[in-house]
């Protein structure tokens, strides 16, 4: 049975582990997903609503792909939304990263921590908080056809290297779209290769 099946099955917001083996999981809820993940699997979320009032975890793994299906991703509360520490070889696709407690949120979307060989692709990051995406001693990424809104400052980064921003929408953020210690972190002019739309 393909993935589009199983998933088409599945209630909002649940998730699937597929194995390097390509065996499928049971269908089971995303907090369990995450923390049962492994090396060298792909995570697929159904699509719908997922409320959250803990924050989704993925740390010390290499060779993942976490893939939604129009997914949203709610936090509730004034919570990191996912945060990744010490991953490697990470792909993440198709999901909205959303906090709905309105802009006096203090945390961030998503979060990398000491990370390397990334792709961040179709993620809309609807901040309403902090930091859509925040990056802290990430090389090699790729970020691009993304959507940053409603967040403080679109997208940071500390101290990374190799970097490429390319082709995202940026608008109604309401301080920078992008913040960064060193414009040397990125392989590209984000300036050029991105859209910046100001708040009228």
Not at 124 to 143: C, E, H, M, P, Q
């Amino acid at each position: 049975m393909s993935i589009t099946s199983l998933l088409s099955n599945a209630p909002p917001g649940q998730a699937i582990i597929q194995s390097s083996d390509g065996s499928f999981s049971a269908i089971m809820g995303l907090q369990e997903a995450f923390g049962l993940l492994q090396n060298n699997e792909t995570l697929y979320v159904s699509s719908g609503k997922v409320e959250l009032t803990s924050s989704l975890l993925v740390s010390n793994l290499n060779n993942i792909k976490i893939i939604g299906n129009n997914t949203a991703l709610v936090a509730l509360l004034d919570i990191p939304v996912v945060q990744f520490r010490n991953v490697t070889n990470v792909q993440l696709s198709n999901i909205l990263v959303v906090h709905e407690i309105g802009e006096w949120c203090s945390q961030n979307c998503i979060e990398f921590y000491d990370a390397s060989d990334l792709i961040i692709r179709d993620v809309k990051f609807d901040g309403s908080g902090y930091f859509g995406l925040s990056l802290v001693r990430v090389t090699n990424a790729i970020i691009e056809n993304n959507e940053f809104y409603n967040c403080t400052y679109g997208l940071s980064s500390w101290d990374g290297a190799n970097l490429k921003v390319s082709n995202n929408k940026f608008y109604n953020n309401r301080k920078a779209d992008i913040m960064e210690s060193d414009p040397g972190q990125f392989l590209n002019d984000y300036t050029k290769d991105n859209t910046f739309e100001r708040k009228l």
